[in-house]
């Protein structure tokens, strides 16, 4: 009993900590700077940048055996799979998701590669399981942004595509926020499966096996909760995190990591964002949302250039993994900020060319991609110089 009373005051705890996080306000900013890859949102006080970089050496903090990590785990730090071009950023890592037909196989979808010890709680992809994916690690620059952006505003552009020419259906995604229970519409992850930047306690477990506040229970090596007894060296929250204030530190580091700037825009950049709208790329991939209340004022009220409606979308490119409120072949449509610095495109990394990414576009988007394959060598070259700009 007196644990989950303790329990349950450090979930409290952990949550007023995040409130306490978001409440510290600065000045409006005016006219958005140019930043680098990594680089704070401009607009917040000196205090704040403090927390910012604590945020960011926690983001780096490399997790011991004794420090909790495991049973399972991919890696010892966030840095090691969100460091390219720099932290916070991606990486050509991918996380593998397996599950049998549409059904969820015990121990979740998610594999955990690495075990503190192979012998005893080593996971692997089951026999029973009938697809498996790898899916690219995704960038958090700029995530706080997104997490401002209204329900409402995305829910409003899922009723607009409605009336689209080319039949394009976009589906908001409604999950289940852990952090305070509410159901929200999910804008992160492929899936569209979190709602708020609580996936990143999300991932403290999935992928490095601490548990926290938010997830205080270790996963279960495909489910065996025997094999989890004979690895799990820690009866209750682990590491230095008990009270929630590491993760409370990489919060904040996420949620004022600056959006990716524009690279250089010319005249064939212009021309380039022009066919982009021309042959409708821009109705997945809306150019612009507007953020709503923050108790940030760096993050209230600011024009969003992601490149993404945050809808659910059937594009014939989906994984065959149903997770959260995504069916199995849909993925929420990624943000292009950034694009001039990936290496690796669409949700598996398996396409090395930007030209490559839009042709493997189907489902709701083949009259789209159709139009590309018709465009001149010209306007093909054009649209290439826009993403690449972004």
Excluded at 235 to 263: Q, Y
Aim: charged share 20%; proline share 4%; hydrophobic share 40%.
């Amino acid at each position: 009993m007196g644990t989950r009373v303790s329990r349950n005051l450090t979930a409290i705890l952990f949550l007023v900590l995040l409130v306490i996080i978001g409440s510290h306000s600065a000045p409006s900013c005016g006219t958005t700077l140019h930043v680098d890859f990594g680089d704070p949102i401009e607009g917040i006080d000196a205090d704040i940048i403090e927390s910012f970089e604590q945020g960011r050496e926690s983001f780096r903090q490399v997790v011991e055996i004794g420090g909790g990590l495991g049973p399972g785990f991919n890696a010892r730090s966030c840095a090691e799979c969100h460091s390219s071009p720099a932290l916070g950023g991606s990486s050509t890592v991918t996380a593998i998701r397996f599950s049998a037909g549409h059904k969820e196989l015990p121990g979740g979808s998610s594999l955990q590669r690495f075990s503190i010890n192979p012998e005893a709680c080593q996971e692997i992809v089951p026999i029973e399981a009938t697809v498996v994916a790898g899916r690219l690690t995704t960038p958090i620059f700029g995530a706080g942004l997104i997490a401002s952006i209204s329900d409402a505003d995305i829910e409003e552009e899922e009723e607009r595509q409605t009336q689209s020419k080319d039949a394009i259906n976009g589906r908001a995604a409604h999950v289940i926020d852990v952090a305070t229970g509410l159901r929200r519409v999910g804008r992160f992850g492929w899936k569209a499966q979190q709602a708020t930047l609580s996936f990143g306690a999300e991932a403290f477990l999935n992928e490095m096996g601490v548990t926290n506040p938010l997830f205080p229970k270790d996963t279960a090596p495909n489910g065996d909760n025997h094999a989890l007894q004979a690895c799990d060296q820690f009866d209750d929250l682990e590491s230095t995190d008990d009270d929630g204030e590491g993760i409370g530190k990489v919060n904040i580091f996420m949620r004022l990591l600056a959006p990716p700037s524009r690279g250089t825009v010319t005249a064939q950049v212009h021309r380039g964002e022009d066919a982009f709208r021309a042959i409708g790329c821009a109705v997945c991939h809306r150019p612009e949302y507007r953020t709503g209340r923050s108790e940030f004022a760096a993050l209230r009220y600011k024009n969003v250039r992601l490149f993404s409606d945050l809808l659910l979308h059937d594009v014939g490119t989906g994984d065959g993994i149903r997770q959260a409120d995504a069916r199995a072949f849909e993925l929420r449509t990624p943000p292009l900020w950034g694009l001039r610095a990936r290496q690796l495109f669409m949700h598996d990394g398996a396409t090395f060319t930007l030209a490559g990414a839009i042709d493997r576009h189907a489902g709701e988007a083949a009259r789209v991609t159709q139009r590309f394959r018709s465009l001149s060598s010209a306007d093909t070259a054009d649209l290439l110089a826009f993403l690449k700009s972004l």
